[in-house]
């Protein structure tokens, strides 16, 4: 946690002083070891940064004087289409997708997503939410990402993308890609990962069609909690 | 597990056919749900690579013919100095820079490395083992990384690291660093990367006055798990 998030139920008289009692306390109790008087990086969700100096501190509650204006860090210019991982991939990638800045995902099926995974509970709201602020905290950012859920492959490649990648540049994840995956990249990227196993042909040719570029990191086959933040670095 | 790693012992009947039992033939039988005469991927433990027949397949035992003559995947030109993560996290960086062909991985201690992870199970020699050969099989590699443990800091930075920098980049992973971290670089690169919370001063000035050139990644403190694939992708 090296920004504490900060949202518009915690400020109390007035627009300055905060009061936090949840696991942002035990947070700052355990972790940061602070004392009164110590001041911590905090941001408010959706605004500013800036430095919160701790007035009172207890087992009940932290009290601090917050003094915003600093801006978030700026985002990453890339939209991340994922093949829906298992549970405990999809939690690690949406934390570590957020902590990089990436602003807009989009969960899609795929052939080799299993069923099961769109039952599961770490596709719940708050769930999403809890790995996204995560996210933002490791990397000091406010700006909640976007994610979206598409369950219907087909429908949303020919129905949604057409219009979501034009004026930008969206490139294909795949290991067995003849072009290597750019870097250094300027302009939007629209970025398509596949699940564990990869897309089937038919999915890659439907991104294809569709204007997508299979391009691949090297020689070796990454898992996708590794491809995402690798990819994602070598791109920007 | 893009590819099935072999061991000499698997080898029955002279060179070339092996009889599997144990997590390898649970995953051909859930995962790949592969059927006898089915060719898989497979490799020698520090050896070639090659394809594997299936002559036999039961719930007992898995049997291939096999047949080597292609080299892994080449190595990533660096050695990796990590301060030790905590048990899970080092778990997933291993197998992660195991995966993206990392030969070389010295754990160290940090003044924010909690004593409790050197007790760890997950530093035990089969652990780590484990995790390293998840990467392999993840990138189908057959190389094993070494990985060292150095419990004290000073002696490591002071004593081994002089000499083991020479003829390399030598680079700290360091949010807070006024350098970006290079693109796309040549030669063998030595890369340090704090705990969770970074370097303390003091031991960033011993890395430095050894020769390290601390780098960032851009505004953005990553974790250890997405920072280690980001920084491998960028530099390489």
Known sequence: ????????????????RVRLRDRRLKHVLEVHRASP?????????????????ITGLSSEYLEMDV???????????????????RPKVLNRTLAA????????II???????????????ALKN???????VLGLEQA?????????LRHLFKPFIEDELPDMIEGTIPLLAHPQASALCPRGIEGHVILAVGPEGGFIPYEIEKFSACGF?????????????????????RLF
Chains 1, 2 share one sequence.
């Open 37 to 53: 008087g110590d001041e911590l990086c905090v941001g408010l969700l959706g605004g500013e940064r800036g430095k919160g100096r």
């Open 97 to 104: 997708a957020s902590s990089m800045g990436v602003k807009k």
């Open 213 to 233: 570029l299979p391009v691949r990191m090297g020689e070796r086959t990454l898992s996708v909690e590794s491809a995402v933040p690798a990819i994602l670095s």
């Open 107 to 121: 969960l899609i099926n795929s052939y080799r997503v299993e069923k099961s995974f769109w039952q599961s509970p």
């Open 67 to 85: 003094q915003l204006g600093l801006a978030p860090p700026p985002a990453l210019p890339v939209t991340l289409i994922l093949a829906l991982p």
């Open 1 to 16: 946690m090296n920004l504490i998030l900060l949202y518009k139920d915690d400020f109390v008289e007035g627009h300055d």
């Open 140 to 148: 000091r950012d406010t700006i909640m990402p976007d994610v979206v």
């Open 126 to 132: 708050d769930s999403i939410e809890k790995q996204l």
